[in-house]
């Protein structure tokens, strides 16, 4: 099993940036990839970004592309997320995961693991 806590969360104006964390216990997290979801109330969660086992490989949803930027590090098996330029609409709880498939995934029903979430609330 794996264990995942963010944090980092809060609350920043239109234009602001923010940086979440997430730290991984239980399993070597070289061997899994992870990612960002994000739901806003009342929508569906959405893929927002995803790093690879060695980190060399990154992909983003369009809607962030140019404006987050994920991180790893395997040794501290932490996961960041900077966020900058951040809009109302980036508004949503977001949760990192982690999945043990061998291909590139987005798609959440493909990560096996989640973090409980943390709040990002961004004011126009």
């Known amino acids: 099993q794996v264990q995942l806590v963010e944090s980092g969360g809060g609350l920043v104006q239109a234009g602001g940036s923010l940086k979440l964390s997430c730290v991984a216990s239980?399993?070597?997290?070289?061997?899994?990839?992870m990612g960002w979801f994000r739901q806003a109330p009342g929508r569906e969660r959405e893929f927002v970004a995803r790093i690879g086992r060695a980190g060399s490989h990154t992909d983003y949803a369009d809607s962030v592309k140019g404006r987050f930027t994920i991180s790893r590090d395997n040794v501290k098996n932490t996961v960041g997320l900077q966020m900058n330029s951040l809009k109302p609409e980036d508004t949503a709880v977001y949760s990192c995961a982690a999945s043990t498939a061998i291909y590139v995934v987005t798609a959440p029903e493909r990560y096996n693991y989640w973090g409980q979430g943390t709040q990002v609330t961004v004011s126009s």
């Open positions: 239980g399993r070597d997290v070289t061997t899994i990839q």
